[in-house]
């Protein structure tokens, strides 16, 4: 059984915040991704990394870094947290390769003060 | 880059009725299409998901039926449950050169099944 975990359930942070996330999967997947979920927005690709150390940006980067040194763990970094970075952060993980599944984690509810 | 626009955003439907949910996407390269269900507080999971090659997928009482020439794709729940009350998702996956994929998912269905 799959299993994606994310450090938080909840978390709440102050403005101005370096924030982390973290991502941890236990299946030797290649893929690894960052989403952010608003109400109404559906689910938002901020960042993905389809190997060790490789990274792409998403729809939404901006204000976000992300670290995969190693391949069962992917960071999310918030280098200033804003009040509009409030929201639920999703992790998720994928085998690789064409037409892949992804596993969720259970998501950690960021809010930021 | 890949848009996915996801119709009805909400939806209602009497216990035993059907329910019916459209997407669209915007890029053509795009072969893989799944739908996703989450329950309130909890994580999406995978309940169907659709390839290019094939027109229609069903599983029990959901079926995912594509049409590449138009470019939409849409979920069929048929004698809905209570259980089944969620936020549905559907998405998309382009795939790039480097061989990796991702997945650009819709806005999200509120669907809620009345007893």
């Known amino acids: 059984d799959v299993k994606v975990t994310q450090s938080s359930r909840y978390l709440v942070k102050r403005t101005g915040e370096k924030v982390f996330l973290e991502c941890v999967q236990d299946?030797?997947?290649?893929?690894m991704f960052w989403y952010r979920q608003d109400p109404g927005l559906g689910l938002r690709l901020i960042y993905f990394?389809?190997?060790?150390?490789?990274?792409e940006k998403g729809d939404i980067p901006e204000g976000y870094s992300v670290s995969r040194e190693k391949k069962e763990r992917f960071s999310l970094i918030l280098e200033s947290a804003s009040t509009n970075q409030t929201s639920m952060y999703l992790c998720?993980?994928?085998?690789?390769?064409?037409?892949?599944?992804?596993?969720f984690g259970q998501g950690t509810r960021l809010t930021v003060v | 880059g890949e848009n996915v626009e996801q119709h009805p955003s909400t939806l209602s439907v009497q216990e035993g009725d059907s329910a019916v949910i459209k997407c669209t996407y915007s890029?053509?390269?795009?072969?893989?299409f799944p739908w996703y269900k989450q329950e309130l507080g909890k994580r999406p999971q995978l309940i169907i998901d659709?390839?290019?090659?094939?027109g229609e997928k069903k599983d029990q009482r959901i079926a995912v039926t594509l049409n590449k020439t138009a470019k939409h794709f849409s979920l069929h729940i048929t004698e809905t449950q209570p259980e089944d009350s969620a936020v549905y998702f559907c998405?998309?996956?382009?795939?790039?050169?480097?061989?990796?994929?991702?997945?650009?998912f819709g806005a999200g269905t509120r669907l809620a099944v009345h007893p």
């Open positions: 299946m030797d997947h290649e893929n």
């Open positions: 659709i390839r290019s090659n094939v």
């Open positions: 998720a993980s994928g085998p690789g390769g064409a037409n892949t599944e992804a596993f």
């Open positions: 890029d053509s390269a795009s072969n893989y």
């Open positions: 990394s389809y190997d060790v150390k490789m990274k």
């Open positions: 998405a998309a996956s382009p795939m790039f050169s480097g061989g990796y994929n991702k997945l650009i």
